[in-house]
Each structure stands twice: as structure tokens, then as C-alpha cells.
């Protein structure tokens, strides 16, 4: 499985990006979707998963009611809409995968990654 993310940028604060993550394969509906991201010097965190079908999502708290996660799964591709960015919200974001039946959060949890993309959001 390979997954190749796109669509960061650089935008002012209280501007809006998409994410795409387009998965190589034949089986990507079979796969949970998560974004997660690395600020520098930080850890990486959790930001939104999906769940095979896409009837299930989950948020982290700092994005919440601002970014939406969601998949086409005849195109093979999670896309991460980001609204209402912040400064905060600048990293590098990175698609991931897990063949799975829950929607974990933990990036360990993960077999699969994307080489990441870089969002810069200015104040």
C-alpha cells in the first residue's frame, strides 16, 4: 500500500486548505484512514480518522468543528477539509493507514504512511 499526500500551502489565518490522500491498491476500502501531523520540535499527534465506510470520524480536540475528514472510496483517496486555520495549525501532515475494523488513535496503530505535506498558516 502506498499513500501520496497533497495539497498543503502556505495561508493567512482563517483560511481553508484540502488535503487529498490518494492510496495505491485495490483494497483501500478494507483500510481505516487517519491524518495526523508534526509541528517541528513536537511530537507527532492525531488529527482526524475515518472508518472504512466513512459513516464513522473522529476528531481531535484542537480541530474539532473546524476540519472534516472524509473519503471516496472508489477514488482511493481521504481528504482532510481544514477551515477556520490557525497559526497552531501549522506542520507537516501526514495521511496514514491500518487495516483495521476500529479507528484508532494512535499513530503506532498505523502500518502505512504518506511522505507527508506541509501547511503553513500565518497570523
Known amino acids: 500500500v502506498q499513500l501520496q499526500a497533497s495539497g498543503g500551502g502556505l495561508m493567512q489565518a482563517g483560511g481553508s486548505l484540502k488535503l487529498s490522500c490518494a492510496v495505491s491498491g485495490r483494497t483501500f476500502s478494507m483500510y481505516v484512514m487517519g491524518w495526523f501531523r508534526q509541528a517541528p520540535g513536537k511530537e507527532r499527534e492525531f488529527v482526524a480518522a475515518?472508518?472504512?465506510?466513512?459513516?464513522?470520524?473522529r476528531y481531535s480536540d484542537s480541530v474539532k468543528g473546524r476540519f472534516t475528514i472524509s473519503r471516496v472510496n472508489t477514488k482511493n483517496t481521504v481528504y482532510l477539509q481544514m477551515n477556520s486555520l490557525k497559526p497552531e495549525d501549522t506542520a507537516v501532515y501526514y495521511c496514514?493507514?491500518?487495516?483495521?475494523?476500529?479507528?484508532?488513535?494512535?499513530?503506532?496503530?498505523?502500518?502505512?504512511w504518506g511522505q507527508g505535506t506541509e501547511v503553513t498558516v500565518s497570523s
Open positions: 475515518i472508518n472504512r465506510s466513512g459513516g464513522t470520524t
Open positions: 496514514a493507514a491500518v487495516y483495521s475494523v476500529v479507528v484508532p488513535s494512535t499513530p503506532t496503530m498505523y502500518n502505512y
